[in-house]
C-alpha cells in the first residue's frame, strides 16, 4: 500500500502462531466449550433439554480448523491483492541485502533486499526436567490436535495459556489441576483480579497449587504420576507445560550477520524496531519484549514506516492485556503494586458485576472492575475488569488510559445501558465514592 515491493519467507502456513496454534484456535474451541456450558446451564434461562447436552471433540476440532484454513486463505488472497510475493520454505539471512529461501527439497531461493523484517515469533519452552513427548507431556500445540480429551490433566504454569487452557478443558468436563510457582494464578494482572479469578477457577472445582513446583514427572499406569515440592502426589492422563516461550532465532544466519541478542536468544532493537544493522529490523514476540500478536502488528507499522524512510518509535502507551478465560480477565495500564511504586497517593474505584442488570440478564455476575486513579491530579493510571466481556470492555478503558483521561473524565462519559460496559464508568465514580449504584460507604 506504500508502495514498496515486498517479498515474505514463511516455512509453514501463512498467519503465524496466532492463527495457526494461538488465538484464533484457541478462542474457536473456548466458544465451543462456553456453548456446551450454556447449554448444561440452559434451566436458568428457562429452557428445558429432552436430554443432557453432549459434545463432540472431533467435530469442536474440525469447526475450529475450518474457521484457521479459511483466515489462512484470507492472507493469501490479500498477498494476492497488494501484490506480496510468498516464499514457501526457511529463510536465511545470508548477507546485509540478502535472504536465502531454502525449500523443504533443499532448494535454494537468493532474494535481494533493501530492509530485511524478521518476524519469526516463539514457540512453547520446556525444560529438560519436564521432556514434552506430544503423548503424556504435551505443549498447547499438542492439545490442539488431540485425538481425544484426557479425564483429567495436570498443567504446570498459571499464566495466560494455562488459565485459558484450564477453563475451556474444566468447562468440557476434564479434571484439571494447576500449579504454579508464583503467588497467583496470572501473576502479572492485578492482585485484585487474580484473586477473583482464583475464586472462579475453585468453584469450578480446579485444583490450583501456588508457591509450588514440580518435582518429578514419571510414568503410571493410566498416564503420568507428577510429584509437587508441598509433597502432593498426582496422578492425571497427561501433562501441559505452559511456562512461557521461546524465541525462535536459531540457524538463521543472526550471529553471522552481526545482529545483536540478548542472553535470551531474543532481538536486541531499538523503539523504531531496527536491530543494530541498520536496514535489518525486528518485530513482535522474537524482540522479547512483549509476547502479543497485537503489538506485533504494532512493531510491523513501525518498522515499515521507517525502513521507507519516516522516522516512527513504537508507542506502547495503554497496551491491553486480554486474557479468555471463564471468566474473562482484561486489564490496561498499572496494576495497583506498581502504581504504588510509582505514584504517591492511589484513589482506587471498584464496581462489582453483580450491580448490573446486564450481567444478571447474561446470568454472569461474577467479576468487578476495578480503576486505579492518582489522588492529587486524577489521571487515571490503570483499569483492571473480570468477568463477562471483559476482554471486549477494557476497550473503553483503552482509550482512557492511553487518552490519559481523569476518573471524572471517565465518569462523566455516557455509556449506554444495559451493557456490561458500564461497570467502567461506575468503577470511575467510585474512585471518589460517587457511584449511585452502590450502597454508600461508611
Ligand atoms: P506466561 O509467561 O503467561 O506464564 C507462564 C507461567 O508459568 C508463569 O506464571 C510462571 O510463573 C509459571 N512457571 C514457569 N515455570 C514454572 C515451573 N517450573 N513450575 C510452575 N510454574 C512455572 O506464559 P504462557 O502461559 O506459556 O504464555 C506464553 C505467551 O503467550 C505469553 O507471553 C502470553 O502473553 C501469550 N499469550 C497471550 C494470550 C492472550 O493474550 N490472550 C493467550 C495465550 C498466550
Not at 477453563?167 to 468436563?173: A, E, T, V, Y
Not at 550477520?257 to 543494530?276: F, P, V, Y
Not at 509476547?291 to 491491553?320: I, M, R, S
Request: with cysteine.
Amino acid at each position: 500500500m506504500k508502495g514498496a515491493k515486498v517479498a515474505v519467507v514463511e516455512m509453514d502456513k501463512l498467519g503465524g502462531v496466532c492463527l495457526n496454534r494461538g488465538c484464533i484456535p484457541s478462542k474457536a474451541l473456548i466458544a465451543s466449550a462456553e456453548q456446551y456450558k450454556k447449554m448444561k446451564n440452559s434451566a436458568a434461562f428457562g429452557i428445558s433439554l429432552s436430554a443432557p447436552p453432549i459434545y463432540d471433540w472431533l467435530a469442536m476440532r474440525e469447526r475450529k480448523d475450518k474457521i484457521v484454513s479459511g483466515l489462512v486463505g484470507g492472507i493469501s488472497s490479500l498477498f494476492k491483492s497488494h501484490g506480496v510475493e510468498h516464499f514457501s520454505g526457511f529463510g536465511k539471512i545470508t548477507g546485509k541485502n540478502e535472504v536465502t529461501v531454502i525449500d523443504e527439497d533443499n532448494n535454494e531461493t537468493k532474494l535481494k533486499t533493501d530492509n530485511i523484517i524478521i518476524a519469526t515469533g516463539s514457540r512453547a519452552a520446556s525444560i529438560p526436567a519436564f521432556p514434552i513427548d506430544g503423548k503424556r507431556i504435551l505443549t498447547s500445540d499438542h492439545l490442539l490436535e488431540l485425538e481425544h480429551l484426557p479425564k483429567s490433566i495436570l498443567i504446570i504454569g498459571a499464566g495466560v495459556i494455562g488459565c485459558e487452557w484450564a477453563c475451556m478443558l474444566s468447562m468440557l468436563d476434564v479434571q484439571v489441576t494447576m500449579v504454579e510457582m508464583l503467588d497467583h494464578a496470572l501473576p502479572m494482572e492485578d492482585t485484585d483480579s487474580s484473586k477473583l479469578f482464583e475464586r472462579e477457577l475453585k468453584k469450578m472445582k480446579v485444583d490450583l497449587y501456588t508457591k509450588t513446583k514440580v518435582e518429578s514427572i514419571g510414568p503410571a499406569d493410566e498416564g503420568v504420576q507428577v510429584k509437587l515440592s508441598n509433597d502432593k502426589v498426582i496422578n492425571v492422563n497427561q501433562v501441559l507445560v505452559s511456562i512461557g516461550r521461546k524465541f525462535n532465532t536459531e540457524d538463521m544466519g543472526l550471529e553471522e550477520a552481526g545482529i545483536k541478542m540478548e542472553k535470551n536468544g531474543s532481538i536486541k532493537t531499538t523503539a523504531d524496531m531496527r536491530t543494530n544493522i541498520k536496514n535489518i529490523f525486528a518485530i513482535g514476540d522474537v524482540r522479547g519484549e512483549i509476547l502479543l500478536a497485537y503489538t506485533a502488528t504494532h512493531d510491523g507499522t513501525v518498522a515499515v514506516d521507517n525502513a521507507l524512510g519516516e522516522k516512527v518509535k513504537k508507542d506502547y502507551l495503554g497496551v491491553p492485556s486480554v486474557i479468555f478465560t471463564h471468566p474473562e480477565v482484561a486489564s490496561v495500564g498499572m496494576n495497583e503494586d506498581e502504581a504504588k511504586k510509582k505514584h504517591k497517593e492511589l484513589a482506587v474505584g471498584k464496581f462489582p458485576l453483580r450491580a448490573l442488570g446486564k450481567a444478571h440478564a447474561e446470568n454472569e455476575i461474577a467479576g468487578e472492575v476495578k480503576v486505579i486513579a492518582d489522588k492529587k491530579t486524577d489521571k487515571v493510571l490503570g483499569i483492571h475488569a473480570v468477568g463477562v466481556h471483559a476482554t471486549e470492555i477494557i476497550h473503553s478503558a483503552v482509550v482512557a488510559v492511553n487518552r490519559g483521561l481523569t476518573a471524572t473524565e471517565l465518569g462523566s462519559i455516557i455509556f449506554g445501558h444495559p451493557v456490561v460496559s458500564e461497570a467502567v464508568m461506575e468503577a470511575a465514580h467510585d474512585v471518589h465514592k460517587m457511584s449511585v449504584h452502590l450502597a454508600k460507604k461508611k
